[in-house]
């Protein structure tokens, strides 16, 4: 299947010039415009052409997100359809998943959740006009958040993280540029087009624009990358593709990393209470694990439980495995299913886990449909950066202690299984780099209006100017100084 990326041009859309590009998955082709004959326009002229973002209240921008959430109907909107339809032969997720990061774009721009968003993430002040402080030298100070030129280069794991990078920037009434990801090419098009569609030539629709080209693409990022075009980057993504950005960052030109990480999850011991509890402990696992089929920075891969390392321990350890794989295999479709591209190379250290039962004890796996690897020793599998497609590992400990040291700068979410055991930690795991806490069974449900991979990234969009008053009368001039 070959289908058309546009380049969605500030309102306009284009359609020439195309040339081809394979998916990431390499199960198709598309085509889109060749962008080093259209980098020169995609930039903002001037950066004074922002100005039209201030002449909008923030009721207008609530408005005009709020129709464009109403106007993000799967059932009816055609941009949406098209792009759930290359998404199936571009991403590696399978169609119920796919489907509902569309279906639950509608919400995501009502008015109740912007504004959440907006205040708790900014400040409605600060968005709004010029806040007023008093320095305890006199001195009258007034900050406002402005928005910045900035260009995105989102993941392409579901409709969501686009519909996201639109929001944030709409709240910081930021220039906005978007480099489409090729394993989700069109979701990002398929928003600005229904933005066109509802507010034509308004200064949101102006203020944005969105295509594909490849990255590393030196004849369009050589030019584009620069601060004279824009000042921030917002990159997602594995670790090659930030780096790759690190080149172009200069005085002026910030870099916003919302890099890879990984994941974890720590079981107390008080899950083996009694059977309920444990089986209560298995369904919020199996759920860490099996959304989106682990594809997430978010999803559980390595799961430590304090239930030991003796006799017994082993044994609850060993328990615990086999209702979390019962729990993980009966996970509803539009949350997880067995995954349609599995990792060769991790089923094969799989199965050499299973014939090593001194050490490893597989449970599940024969139909790649998922598994769960359950140490009998106090380690994690070699190959645990590999687990992926729903393969887990738990991982049985007699300290909280191995725990804290496998935790490091690469961690981002540790569902806490209970929740005295999250409070226990949680002035700890932080210093060894751990981002967010969530209860189990939470690790994937993430709301907007926190902060993301311990930063708050659209505040770090923002340019925080301050408008300075000294009176002499009150604030020492330094022309004096010489003098006293």
């Known amino acids: 299947m070959a289908y058309t990326v546009p380049l969605f041009l500030r309102g306009q859309l284009i359609t020439d010039d195309l040339v081809p590009f394979d998916t990431r998955i390499g199960a198709a082709q598309f085509q889109a415009p060749d962008m080093s004959k259209y980098v020169e326009r995609l930039p903002l002229k001037s950066p ?73 993430q900014v400040g409605l002040d600060y968005l709004n006009g010029w806040v007023p402080h008093t320095l305890h030298d006199g001195r009258e100070l007034r900050v406002r958040a402005f928005g910045s030129r900035v260009l995105h280069i989102p993941a392409g794991n579901g409709g969501l993280v686009s519909a996201v990078t639109i929001l944030r920037s709409v709240i910081t009434r930021s220039d906005v540029i978007i480099k489409a990801p090729s394993n989700d090419p069109l979701t990002a098009i398929a928003i600005a087009r229904t933005l066109a569609d509802i507010a034509p030539d308004h200064p949101i629709t102006r203020h944005l624009a969105v295509g594909y080209w490849k990255g590393g693409d030196l004849a369009v990022e050589e030019k584009l990358y620069q601060p004279q075009h824009v000042e921030k980057i917002v990159a997602w993504g594995g670790m090659a593709s930030v780096k790759h950005v690190t080149r172009y960052i200069q005085p002026g030109l910030e870099l916003i990393a919302l890099d890879p990480k990984r994941s974890a999850t720590i079981i107390g011991a008080e899950a083996f209470a009694d059977d309920d509890t444990l089986r209560e402990v298995a369904r919020r696992a199996a759920t860490d694990i099996g959304v989106a089929n682990q594809e997430g920075c978010a999803n559980a891969r390595v799961i430590y439980v304090l239930s030991g390392t003796d006799t017994g321990g082993l044994a609850n350890a060993n328990r615990l495995g ?13 949350v997880s299913t067995p995954p349609r591209y599995p990792n060769r190379e991790l089923l094969d250290h799989v199965e050499a886990s299973r014939m090593t039962d001194d050490f490893y ?5 024969e139909r790649r449909e998922g598994a769960i690897v359950v140490s009998q020793i106090d380690e994690p599998v070699d190959y645990s950066p590999m687990l992926s497609g729903r393969v887990a590992n738990i991982v049985p400990v007699d300290s909280i202690d191995r725990v804290t040291a496998a935790v490091n700068a690469y961690t981002q979410t540790i569902g806490i299984y209970p929740e005295s055991l999250k409070r226990r930690l949680r002035n700890t795991l932080p210093l060894f780099g751990a981002q967010r806490l969530t209860s189990l069974g939470y690790a994937c449900s993430v709301a907007l209006a926190m902060p993301q991979d311990a930063i708050e990234p659209i505040r770090r969009m923002c340019k925080w100017i301050v408008d300075e008053e000294c009176d002499p009368a009150t604030v020492v001039p330094l022309w004096e100084l010489a003098g006293r």
């Open 48 to 120: 004074g052409e922002m100005s039209d973002l201030y002449e909008l209240g923030f009721d207008e921008i609530l408005d005009v997100l709020g129709a464009l959430g109403d106007a993000l109907d799967f059932e009816t909107n055609t941009h949406l359809q098209e792009a759930y339809e290359a998404s199936l032969v571009a991403n590696v997720l399978p169609a119920e998943m796919m489907k509902n990061s569309y279906l639950v774009l509608r919400p995501l721009f009502s008015r109740e959740n912007v504004t959440e968003i907006a205040d708790s």
């Open 322 to 334: 086999e209702l979390i794989y019962q729990e993980l295999v009966s996970l509803p479709d539009l």
């Open 361 to 365: 004890r597989v449970i599940g796996g």
